[in-house]
């Protein structure tokens, strides 16, 4: 049952995306690829919601062989536990609503039935990926998302803006993509195997095998398979695709560069938890938080509505890194679950936005024509690329709330998520669920590095308040600033607001209740995480300690620890905790809600009420002001060095290789003919067996005949060859 | 029988050809197809009754005395490594002739005779067991290949076809210095000769593994491997003996590109299998036991060869020139697997030598197709294909998601498996090779860039889109790029225990 159900969600969209590539091989079209790929969707969501009453407590790997070689076996299988129903059910439900919005996005686009094949390619990849038992299996569906997430990004290629990005986006990852290889090369030489699961898979062997001598080896082997997490999640440094990759239609950036693609990366990490070390946690604790601080200060300053999101994007992906960095595995995932919704809203919204814009450029440009084609503006406008596209640039709007007011409600509930405004959205528990559970671990073992982690954190949710609503007062809020487009702006049609309401729902907690349930999703046990010797517990202190697991409502007697003791025999790691520790718990939760009021109202007087000025803290603060609006300089130390020397290298080698390994061989070429001609006349008849005079023999035959040959003679060649071959076998036979 | 029928059905088919009237270019081309899927059919019936469960050769003919003043024998047989390669071949033939249909201009019959000698000079060669018979195969492919690339090719064809038989002869004359000495060798034991002496592959294999022989001496097996490695090299083509490649593919015609880089660099390496490594292994211990410069030196030029050519690929601004490099660059990660010694490195590298040949036979296709219409080949004088053109920017676009190693398609088997194998051994140049799949996704996707996406360059707007028989062409390659990336099992299963096989006997030293 588990394991049909699983077949049925991967060949839905498998299928939906082969009846379009296989028809188009005949320039043919499925008459509505559209409705066949969401029907797809929807039956891979129907049947993710059945596998949730399916989930056992002992999770299962299903395995085939896949690759058999004389001593080693890889074998691919499904792995079902909690968090692949969740991230199934997450995966699926928002690829649906994509859908469903696309269909009044993307209308009439030229290559509209290509779009939905695309995302058909794209989910079946995705829900590859998470069901996949074993690293080769990840790594597979981990390439083929970046294939659509590539195939995405340039659906515009016209634009060579869009062009450029997908290339970006493709090779970037693919430098993190490297690295995780390297890590799965140093697993298997170790292991034999790329499972993950079972008796014979990594986690068991890592357990039983490995020694304290082995932790540095282990530590890197972990960190070079976060180097794929970092370039797919797109962490510092390797995260300057995902803002270029807005270049791609709003539904793509919604569900690829928001809610489920970019989350893959966590989600990586999160199943590598088991062999995460002390050393390799903090790598991915400090690449996390720098990212989420790094993002959100350069989401301050930008004026793209879609590049706010991105870098909100980064930011909050580089939160759920922390989290599982500092071992708050369920609060990394809840978040993951909470992040994909909440994005995946603002995305859609932004997108309802930009098409309100659209069709009004539309009905300006051509009164008559009022249902045409999108393609035509996208190429014309985004020539300029890095330029601002005016129906995406929010100094272009304000006053949309009575415009667009279903638009505007969903986006204001998101924004509320996301920024942790207490209590009735689901982004203040996980985000609450982080805090906690960083500040839980630096209590718990008194680390400097986890309480600056916790500041880091703290900072980046301060700053999150202040630039989303900065965005919800700059669009919806104010005065129009450009009246024109303000006038023509309308309420987008069904297809797109119903999306939008549905995932507004998804944003209240109540919908997330399977991550309140302590039982459900369970941290698997670290063997390999030592707390620092120096910061050791007691396991009867009142902070965290063993025994204890604090849930949201409270601190509870927790079965876990127990269950895991076999681990823990320090135990100061098997608490890992639920959501954090009691008291750490309550103070996180009180930072938090003072730095997003904190945030909230600061972008108030700055964007509403107008009693700061933007404009002059920017003055004053210049030099700060520049590195945030330049990205901190990324894009142009890569452009400008890393590309450059590649580029650069490679012309070195291709005269190299043509001067100089060619000259050598053009000149033993010359200097053999030149000889060999003096003597060819000479030694002509006096035919002897030997290298020099074969060499000889050719030349001459070589240089002297070529010249002459025409097709005529070939025959004659022809008949001589197989005269000759006849005739030697006939004359050795003999012999 | 069966085998040599195989063998042998297309230069019959020559001589059909030659005999035909030179007016009926339409009959030439399709007795040419006739005789070429002769062969094919007998290849998918050899390759599915081939016994999966057995290491050793099968479908044996002979040996049957040849040239007996030298104990020459003609003495062919498939093992899995050779059933892969030939079916391979077989698979080729008729696509090729498919591919030259419409653009051979001049002299289709001679071309076409040509052609057929060529595949049986490929045919014979996978199948041969006798080292004589061998290198005769080996030398019958010189020869065509020199006028179709000399009579056919390019505005350079000329040079090109000089250079490439001139590079190719160097090699086999020190491979025939090589094989002189073997012979030679074949029946001292003990340094007392004894017996006669002996060309069969297979008897040289056991007495190259008996105590006490001549061919078991270490020295002499080093020497004589440098000997065949350096023909083979030449073939494969490893640096620094690759420049005739890019030339030679430039001016070459289509069909010839893809026979070149599908059947004739897999020569190389299939040598290297077969002669190199099955028949000394203590020579190829001695330059991969990882033990100072030469212990790491056929892995150093895997390296070279994946890295030097993939920067060389980066830098070209003529598309068939990019793919020639790029082969150079995969057939790196062919030597870096054979190097690794072990059963992932080995499967690999010939999973990579399967799939190279079929990928890169879709590229160079592909090329050709876009040669054809817009008469040149210079990928930054495109731009915007991709609308005019969409089918064949699907097709390009799985081509080149193959070859730069995109799981789910055949390239990343090889490439996956030959790395695993080499960092078991050798770490730190297998880390340093990884560079070229980055470079290798850069250059193809830059070169996507410069030639579908963007703006359509207006000199193309009326570019016809790819026709049936140019997809008819493409289509089995691309299915089984699909196929072997989705299921590698599927030709694993061929030659898994004939790689078990030769593992035992690398090991047995």
């Given at each position: 049952m588990v394991v049909s159900l699983i077949r049925i969600i991967l060949l839905c969209p498998l299928a939906a995306f082969a009846i379009f590539g296989l028809l188009g091989l005949a320039n043919r079209r499925f008459p509505r690829q559209d409705y066949l790929s969401t029907a797809a969707m929807l039956i891979a969501l129907a049947c993710s919601f059945l596998l949730l009453r399916e989930v056992v407590p002992s999770p299962e790997a299903h395995t085939v062989d896949w690759l058999s070689l004389g001593g080693v076996t890889f074998s691919m299988g499904f792995y079902l536990d909690s968090v692949t129903v969740i991230m199934l059910i997450v995966v699926t439900l928002v690829s649906s609503l994509v859908h469903i919005f696309s269909m009044g996005y993307m209308h009439g686009d030229p290559r509209y039935p290509r779009f939905f094949a695309y995302l058909s390619l794209f989910s079946f990849s995705m829900l590859f990926l998470v069901v996949s038992d074993n690293l080769l299996g990840i790594y597979i569906g981990w390439e083929l998302v970046g294939l659509c997430s590539y195939l995405l990004i340039g659906f515009w290629f016209e634009k060579d803006s869009a062009a450029n990005a997908c290339k970006k986006a493709f090779l970037t990852t693919r430098v993190g993509d490297v690295g995780m290889f390297i890590g799965m090369m140093m697993l298997f030489t170790k292991f034999q195997t790329l499972s993950l699961y079972g008796e014979g898979g990594i986690f068991a062997l890592a357990a039983s095998q490995l020694t304290t001598g082995d932790m540095v080896w282990l530590s890197i082997a972990g960190v070079l398979i976060f180097c794929g997490a970092i370039g797919k999640s797109a962490?510092?440094?390797?995260?300057?695709w995902l803002p270029d990759a807005m270049e791609g239609p709003t539904p793509v950036s919604a569900l690829i560069h928001a809610a489920t693609m970019v989350a893959a990366g966590v989600y990586l990490t999160a199943r590598m938890f088991p062999i995460l070390t002390e050393t390799s946690s903090l790598v991915i604790a400090y690449v996390g938080g720098i990212t989420a601080l790094v993002a959100a200060t350069i989401a301050i300053v930008r004026f793209d509505i879609k590049r706010v999101l991105a870098y909100s994007t980064i930011s909050q992906l580089g939160y759920m890194m922390l989290a599982i960095g500092a071992g708050s595995y369920v609060a990394g995932l809840f978040h993951l679950t909470t992040h994909a919704f909440f994005k995946a809203l603002l995305f859609l919204g932004s997108g309802s936005v930009i098409h309100a814009f659209h069709a009004m450029h539309h009905a300006h440009d051509d009164e008559h024509d009022h249902e045409h084609a999108d393609d035509h503006e996208h190429s014309d406008e985004h020539i300029l690329g890095a330029e601002i596209p005016p129906d995406q640039d929010m100094r272009n709007m304000g006053g949309l709330r009575h415009k667009m007011p279903i638009t505007f409600i969903t986006m204001l509930i998101a924004t509320l998520s996301i920024s942790g405004v207490p209590f009735i959205f689901s982004g203040f528990w996980s985000k609450d669920a982080i805090l906690g559970g960083v500040l839980g671990r630096a209590m718990e073992w008194n680390s400097a590095h986890h309480y600056i982690l916790f500041g880091m954190a703290l900072c980046a949710a301060g700053i999150t308040a202040f630039y989303m609503f900065r965005l919800i007062f700059m669009t919806f809020f104010g005065e129009p600033r450009n009246q024109e487009m303000h006038d023509m702006a309308h309420e987008s049609p069904k297809s797109m607001t119903v999306p939008l309401l549905i995932l507004a729902a998804l944003s209240l907690p109540v919908v997330n209740i399977l991550w309140f349930n302590d039982t459900y999703v369970k941290p698997p046990p670290q063997p390999h995480l030592h707390a620092p010797q120096h910061a050791y517990v007691s396991p009867d202190s009142n902070i965290g300690g063993k025994g204890y697991t604090v849930s949201l409502f409270g601190v509870s007697e927790a079965a876990a620890a127990e269950e895991e003791g076999g681990h823990g025999?320090?135990?100061?790691?098997?608490?890992?905790?639920h959501h954090g520790h009691g008291p750490a718990h309550a103070i996180a939760m009180v930072l938090s809600i003072f730095v997003a009021g904190l945030g909230i109202f600061l972008s108030w007087l700055f964007y509403h009420r107008r009693t700061l000025s933007a404009e002059s803290v920017a003055t004053t603060c210049r030099p700060l002001y520049n590195l945030f609006w330049h990205k901190y300089y990324f894009d142009e130390f890569y452009d400008g060095v890393l590309v450059a020397l590649t580029v650069w290298k490679a012309r070195l080698f291709a005269k190299f290789d043509g001067s100089v390994v060619d000259g050598i061989v053009n000149g033993v070429g010359f200097v053999t003919r030149d000889l060999l001609a003096a003597f060819t006349g000479a030694f002509d008849n006096r035919v002897v067996d030997g290298i020099v005079n074969r060499v000889a023999q050719v030349t001459w035959a070589v240089g002297g005949r070529i010249r002459r040959i025409q097709t005529g003679a070939i025959q004659t060649y022809l008949f001589v060859v197989l005269a000759g071959i006849v005739l030697l076998i006939l004359i050795f036979r003999a012999l | 029988m069966l085998l040599s029928l195989m063998i042998f059905i297309p230069l019959l088919g020559m001589v059909v050809v030659l005999l035909l009237p030179r007016e009926s270019e339409e009959l030439v081309k399709r007795v040419t197809l006739i005789f070429t899927l002769i062969p094919l059919a007998l290849a998918v019936y050899l390759f599915i009754s081939y016994d999966r469960s057995t290491a050793g050769t099968q479908f044996f003919h002979g040996p049957v005395p040849w040239i007996d003043a030298f104990n020459i024998q003609y003495h062919v047989g498939i093992d899995g490594l050779s059933v892969t390669l030939l079916l391979l071949t077989a698979l080729l033939g008729p696509i090729c002739v498919i591919a030259s249909w419409r653009n051979i201009e001049k002299g289709i019959k001679a071309y076409m005779a040509l052609f057929l000698l060529l595949e049986t000079g490929m045919l014979g060669f996978f199948a041969a067991l006798d080292l004589f018979l061998f290198y005769v195969f080996f030398e019958l492919t010189l020869l065509p290949m020199y006028f179709l690339i000399g009579v056919w090719g390019g505005p350079r064809r000329e040079y090109a076809a000089i250079k490439f038989f001139l590079y190719t002869l160097f090699g086999s004359v020190l491979m025939l210095v090589a094989m002189i000495a073997v012979y030679l060798n074949s029946n001292i034991v003990n340094g007392v000769a004894e017996g006669a002496r002996t060309f069969d592959i297979p008897t040289l294999i056991t007495l190259a593994a008996t105590q006490g022989h001549a061919l078991a001496d270490p020295d002499f097996q080093v020497w004589v491997f440098v000997g065949f490695f350096i023909g083979f090299a030449v073939k494969v083509p490893i640096f620094p003996f690759h420049t005739w490649l890019p030339d030679a593919h430039v001016e070459a015609p289509t069909a010839i590109s893809v026979i070149l880089a599908g059947i004739l660099l897999k020569m190389g390496t299939y040598g290297l299998v077969r002669v190199n490594m099955a028949m000394f292994p203590q020579g190829l211990a001695h330059f991969t036991d990882g033990i100072g410069f030469w212990g790491n030196s056929l892995a150093l030029l895997g390296f070279i060869n994946i890295v030097y050519g993939s920067f060389c690929a980066l830098a070209q601004t003529d598309f068939k020139k990019l793919v020639a490099y790029s082969s150079i660059g995969h057939m790196g990660f062919v030597i870096l697997g054979l190097a690794a010694r072990n059963s992932e490195g080995i499967t690999g590298a010939i999973l990579q030598m399967f799939n190279h040949g079929v990928i890169s036979a879709m590229l160079f296709l592909l090329v050709g197709v876009l040669y054809d219409r817009a008469h040149h080949r210079e990928i930054n004088g495109f731009g915007g294909l991709g609308t005019r053109m969409p089918i064949y920017t699907g097709i390009t676009t799985l081509a080149f998601m193959a070859s730069l190693g995109l799981p789910g398609l055949s390239g990343f088997v090889g490439e996956a498996l030959s790395l695993l194998g080499a960092y078991d051994r050798f770490k730190f140049l297998t880390i340093l090779s990884t560079i070229g799949i980055v470079v290798g996704a850069a250059y193809f996707l830059w070169t996507l860039q410069r030639v579908f996406l963007g703006t359509l360059n207006p000199k193309y707007e009326a570019l016809p889109e790819i026709n049936g028989r140019e997809i008819l062409t493409l289509v089995p390659l691309g299915i089984l790029t699909i196929v072997l990336g989705v299921w590698p099992n599927f030709a694993i299963d061929m030659f898994r225990e004939s790689v078990t096989n030769l593992i035992d006997v690398l090991h047995a030293i």
């Amino acid at each position: 049952m588990v394991v049909s159900l699983i077949r049925i969600i991967l060949l839905c969209p498998l299928a939906a995306f082969a009846i379009f590539g296989l028809l188009g091989l005949a320039n043919r079209r499925f008459p509505r690829q559209d409705y066949l790929s969401t029907a797809a969707m929807l039956i891979a969501l129907a049947c993710s919601f059945l596998l949730l009453r399916e989930v056992v407590p002992s999770p299962e790997a299903h395995t085939v062989d896949w690759l058999s070689l004389g001593g080693v076996t890889f074998s691919m299988g499904f792995y079902l536990d909690s968090v692949t129903v969740i991230m199934l059910i997450v995966v699926t439900l928002v690829s649906s609503l994509v859908h469903i919005f696309s269909m009044g996005y993307m209308h009439g686009d030229p290559r509209y039935p290509r779009f939905f094949a695309y995302l058909s390619l794209f989910s079946f990849s995705m829900l590859f990926l998470v069901v996949s038992d074993n690293l080769l299996g990840i790594y597979i569906g981990w390439e083929l998302v970046g294939l659509c997430s590539y195939l995405l990004i340039g659906f515009w290629f016209e634009k060579d803006s869009a062009a450029n990005a997908c290339k970006k986006a493709f090779l970037t990852t693919r430098v993190g993509d490297v690295g995780m290889f390297i890590g799965m090369m140093m697993l298997f030489t170790k292991f034999q195997t790329l499972s993950l699961y079972g008796e014979g898979g990594i986690f068991a062997l890592a357990a039983s095998q490995l020694t304290t001598g082995d932790m540095v080896w282990l530590s890197i082997a972990g960190v070079l398979i976060f180097c794929g997490a970092i370039g797919k999640s797109a962490q510092m440094p390797l995260h300057t695709w995902l803002p270029d990759a807005m270049e791609g239609p709003t539904p793509v950036s919604a569900l690829i560069h928001a809610a489920t693609m970019v989350a893959a990366g966590v989600y990586l990490t999160a199943r590598m938890f088991p062999i995460l070390t002390e050393t390799s946690s903090l790598v991915i604790a400090y690449v996390g938080g720098i990212t989420a601080l790094v993002a959100a200060t350069i989401a301050i300053v930008r004026f793209d509505i879609k590049r706010v999101l991105a870098y909100s994007t980064i930011s909050q992906l580089g939160y759920m890194m922390l989290a599982i960095g500092a071992g708050s595995y369920v609060a990394g995932l809840f978040h993951l679950t909470t992040h994909a919704f909440f994005k995946a809203l603002l995305f859609l919204g932004s997108g309802s936005v930009i098409h309100a814009f659209h069709a009004m450029h539309h009905a300006h440009d051509d009164e008559h024509d009022h249902e045409h084609a999108d393609d035509h503006e996208h190429s014309d406008e985004h020539i300029l690329g890095a330029e601002i596209p005016p129906d995406q640039d929010m100094r272009n709007m304000g006053g949309l709330r009575h415009k667009m007011p279903i638009t505007f409600i969903t986006m204001l509930i998101a924004t509320l998520s996301i920024s942790g405004v207490p209590f009735i959205f689901s982004g203040f528990w996980s985000k609450d669920a982080i805090l906690g559970g960083v500040l839980g671990r630096a209590m718990e073992w008194n680390s400097a590095h986890h309480y600056i982690l916790f500041g880091m954190a703290l900072c980046a949710a301060g700053i999150t308040a202040f630039y989303m609503f900065r965005l919800i007062f700059m669009t919806f809020f104010g005065e129009p600033r450009n009246q024109e487009m303000h006038d023509m702006a309308h309420e987008s049609p069904k297809s797109m607001t119903v999306p939008l309401l549905i995932l507004a729902a998804l944003s209240l907690p109540v919908v997330n209740i399977l991550w309140f349930n302590d039982t459900y999703v369970k941290p698997p046990p670290q063997p390999h995480l030592h707390a620092p010797q120096h910061a050791y517990v007691s396991p009867d202190s009142n902070i965290g300690g063993k025994g204890y697991t604090v849930s949201l409502f409270g601190v509870s007697e927790a079965a876990a620890a127990e269950e895991e003791g076999g681990h823990g025999t320090d135990g100061t790691h098997t608490d890992d905790g639920h959501h954090g520790h009691g008291p750490a718990h309550a103070i996180a939760m009180v930072l938090s809600i003072f730095v997003a009021g904190l945030g909230i109202f600061l972008s108030w007087l700055f964007y509403h009420r107008r009693t700061l000025s933007a404009e002059s803290v920017a003055t004053t603060c210049r030099p700060l002001y520049n590195l945030f609006w330049h990205k901190y300089y990324f894009d142009e130390f890569y452009d400008g060095v890393l590309v450059a020397l590649t580029v650069w290298k490679a012309r070195l080698f291709a005269k190299f290789d043509g001067s100089v390994v060619d000259g050598i061989v053009n000149g033993v070429g010359f200097v053999t003919r030149d000889l060999l001609a003096a003597f060819t006349g000479a030694f002509d008849n006096r035919v002897v067996d030997g290298i020099v005079n074969r060499v000889a023999q050719v030349t001459w035959a070589v240089g002297g005949r070529i010249r002459r040959i025409q097709t005529g003679a070939i025959q004659t060649y022809l008949f001589v060859v197989l005269a000759g071959i006849v005739l030697l076998i006939l004359i050795f036979r003999a012999l | 029988m069966l085998l040599s029928l195989m063998i042998f059905i297309p230069l019959l088919g020559m001589v059909v050809v030659l005999l035909l009237p030179r007016e009926s270019e339409e009959l030439v081309k399709r007795v040419t197809l006739i005789f070429t899927l002769i062969p094919l059919a007998l290849a998918v019936y050899l390759f599915i009754s081939y016994d999966r469960s057995t290491a050793g050769t099968q479908f044996f003919h002979g040996p049957v005395p040849w040239i007996d003043a030298f104990n020459i024998q003609y003495h062919v047989g498939i093992d899995g490594l050779s059933v892969t390669l030939l079916l391979l071949t077989a698979l080729l033939g008729p696509i090729c002739v498919i591919a030259s249909w419409r653009n051979i201009e001049k002299g289709i019959k001679a071309y076409m005779a040509l052609f057929l000698l060529l595949e049986t000079g490929m045919l014979g060669f996978f199948a041969a067991l006798d080292l004589f018979l061998f290198y005769v195969f080996f030398e019958l492919t010189l020869l065509p290949m020199y006028f179709l690339i000399g009579v056919w090719g390019g505005p350079r064809r000329e040079y090109a076809a000089i250079k490439f038989f001139l590079y190719t002869l160097f090699g086999s004359v020190l491979m025939l210095v090589a094989m002189i000495a073997v012979y030679l060798n074949s029946n001292i034991v003990n340094g007392v000769a004894e017996g006669a002496r002996t060309f069969d592959i297979p008897t040289l294999i056991t007495l190259a593994a008996t105590q006490g022989h001549a061919l078991a001496d270490p020295d002499f097996q080093v020497w004589v491997f440098v000997g065949f490695f350096i023909g083979f090299a030449v073939k494969v083509p490893i640096f620094p003996f690759h420049t005739w490649l890019p030339d030679a593919h430039v001016e070459a015609p289509t069909a010839i590109s893809v026979i070149l880089a599908g059947i004739l660099l897999k020569m190389g390496t299939y040598g290297l299998v077969r002669v190199n490594m099955a028949m000394f292994p203590q020579g190829l211990a001695h330059f991969t036991d990882g033990i100072g410069f030469w212990g790491n030196s056929l892995a150093l030029l895997g390296f070279i060869n994946i890295v030097y050519g993939s920067f060389c690929a980066l830098a070209q601004t003529d598309f068939k020139k990019l793919v020639a490099y790029s082969s150079i660059g995969h057939m790196g990660f062919v030597i870096l697997g054979l190097a690794a010694r072990n059963s992932e490195g080995i499967t690999g590298a010939i999973l990579q030598m399967f799939n190279h040949g079929v990928i890169s036979a879709m590229l160079f296709l592909l090329v050709g197709v876009l040669y054809d219409r817009a008469h040149h080949r210079e990928i930054n004088g495109f731009g915007g294909l991709g609308t005019r053109m969409p089918i064949y920017t699907g097709i390009t676009t799985l081509a080149f998601m193959a070859s730069l190693g995109l799981p789910g398609l055949s390239g990343f088997v090889g490439e996956a498996l030959s790395l695993l194998g080499a960092y078991d051994r050798f770490k730190f140049l297998t880390i340093l090779s990884t560079i070229g799949i980055v470079v290798g996704a850069a250059y193809f996707l830059w070169t996507l860039q410069r030639v579908f996406l963007g703006t359509l360059n207006p000199k193309y707007e009326a570019l016809p889109e790819i026709n049936g028989r140019e997809i008819l062409t493409l289509v089995p390659l691309g299915i089984l790029t699909i196929v072997l990336g989705v299921w590698p099992n599927f030709a694993i299963d061929m030659f898994r225990e004939s790689v078990t096989n030769l593992i035992d006997v690398l090991h047995a030293i």
